[in-house]
């Protein structure tokens, strides 16, 4: 059991913190993905296609680095992808398939190097190429300037509001502002005091 202290979409990773007393059999070392070099080994491990595969371990080589994701580099292939982003990737021929995002690439030494997060496929588009083996992590330095970022409670406020401007205020006689759609049990906003049809004019 975990609870989410905080996530990053893009680079597919999130902080959890463990339940009290919950035993960990052991604790990945994270690498330097800077130190990586083509024909090197690399492990993929994750849960492609839904928990009936969960802990899937595929083989290859890294085959490329600093390699970008955009429409020209995909030359009219389809990027099979649980995040978008504009970052460089880790190219691997490792099988990674949908379900295995998130999950670790690892180096011959157990180092976590990379994340798991697309590929490039020709099922999806107009291309007449056959692709196989085009794998792509996220490289673990990335992450690593998130940890302690990621490692502070996400901060939301607690409401879900509507947004009302100068001619809905006029239309419905009330002030500009964001109008208090519902408020989440527990929230600051509920502890500061506000409810649902309140409209927030100003904040400091």
Not at 127 to 153: H, T, V, W, Y
């Amino acid at each position: 059991e975990a609870d989410i202290v905080n996530y990053d979409q893009e680079r597919d990773i999130a902080m959890l913190k463990l339940a009290e007393g919950t035993k960990v059999p052991g604790v990945a070392e994270l690498g330097d993905s800077s130190a990586l070099y083509v024909g090197q080994e690399v492990i993929a491990i994750g849960t492609p296609l839904g928990t009936n595969f969960a802990q899937t371990c595929t083989k290859g080589i890294v085959s490329g680095v600093n390699r970008s994701l955009d429409d020209e580099s995909s030359n009219g292939a389809a990027v099979q992808s649980e995040s978008e982003s504009s970052y460089e990737y880790i190219q691997t021929d490792t099988a990674i398939n949908s379900g295995n995002s998130g999950g670790p690439l690892i180096n011959s030494e157990g180092q976590v190097i990379g994340i798991n997060t697309a590929k490039l496929s020709s099922s999806t588009s107009s291309s007449n190429a056959s692709i196989e083996g085009m794998g792509f992590a996220i490289p673990i330095n990335d992450a690593k300037d998130r940890i302690d970022s990621l490692s502070k409670k996400i901060l939301t406020i607690g409401i879900t509001g509507v947004s009302i401007d100068e001619e809905r205020a006029k239309q419905k006689n009330i002030p500009e502002g964001v109008g208090v759609v519902s408020v989440t049990e527990g929230s600051v906003a509920e502890k500061a005091g506000l409810k649902a049809n309140d409209i927030i004019t100003k904040f400091d």
